[in-house]
């Protein structure tokens, strides 16, 4: 065989080889997104620690969920598939949980659960004056970790939707809000914590590439759910005390985003003073 033959058979092998590899790229499909069932099985053991009571579904893969931690501690948190857009915000975080499920969920009547859990939350009340509280300041809010992520595309929370919709990076933010954070495309972990003057705290994360773990971390209780590729979960707590309908008070509480080695995401919150 000649060395031109050679050649001519090389390329044309070459070319097909190409051209294999173009139409297997094409027909490679999406990967496949979880559905609500997944991430309700993949949060049952939260669910156990953080005492659910109850859960409001708002459609096809979008839900609210209401805790109980400690008796009368209720923490609320929201989760959904993009590119569904979340409903809890500052102004319906802070009304009592009876009134939030009103609120959401008009035609359904209120769990006795919820209702209960609203009066133990009332009968802390006394205790307030009782409590020490923690001078306001702001100056130890701090974030902590991960690193932004190179503009790359193929994910299924794109930024673009996640600016528009992530809790924390809009201007104008909750009356009294003193911090914010939104970090766009970014890789392998994130704490945010609050300073002694923040009073409750919205945060909000949305797996872009890979699965990741929300957490937060309040004297309310802790918080863990799995939140995997395409899907956001959306969290509010008043930490011990402070909850908006009942007495403001100073403390502290943290949001994480752990088990994201390897994972893109966008994260992003708001503190604030009640």
């Known amino acids: 065989m ?45 669910d156990v620690q953080m005492h659910l009571l109850t859960r409001i579904t708002l459609g096809d893969n979008h839900v609210v969920e209401f805790y109980e931690p400690s008796p009368g501690l209720i923490v609320q948190s ?32 209120v769990p006795p659960e919820l209702v209960a859990a609203e009066q133990r939350a009332e009968a802390l009340v006394p205790l307030l004056d009782a409590k020490p509280r923690r001078p306001t300041g702001h100056d130890d809010v701090a974030e902590r970790g ?11 929370c794109p930024s673009e939707w996640y ?5 924390g990076c809009d201007v104008g933010g909750p009356i009294g809000g003193t911090f914010n954070w939104c970090l766009l495309d970014w890789w392998n972990g994130r704490s945010t914590w609050s300073g002694s003057g923040s009073d409750a705290g919205i945060s909000q994360v949305c797996a872009d590439i890979g699965s990741v773990m929300f957490e937060m971390h309040a004297e309310t209780g802790t918080g ?11 969290a509010y ?35 604030w003073d009640i």
């Open 2 to 46: 000649t060395t031109t033959l050679r050649i001519l058979l090389s390329s044309l092998l070459c070319a097909q080889l190409a051209a294999c590899a173009a139409d297997e790229d094409e027909t490679q499909p999406a990967p496949r997104l979880a559905t609500l069932d997944d991430v309700l099985q993949a949060n049952q053991t939260n």
């Open 78 to 109: 929201e989760t959904g598939r993009v590119p569904i857009v979340p409903r809890l915000d500052a102004s319906l975080a802070r009304l009592a949980p009876t009134q939030l499920y009103r609120a959401l969920a008009p035609a359904r009547h």
């Open 146 to 156: 991960g690193e932004v992520a190179p503009a790359l595309t193929g994910g299924s």
């Open 163 to 167: 600016r528009a919709n992530g809790y």
């Open 224 to 234: 863990q759910w799995t939140v995997p590729q395409g899907w956001w979960r959306r």
């Open 237 to 271: 707590t008043g930490d011990t005390w402070c909850f908006p309908w009942l007495a403001p008070c100073n403390q502290r509480m943290q949001f994480d985003v752990t088990h994201a080695i390897g994972s893109r995401f966008h994260t992003s919150g708001w503190f």
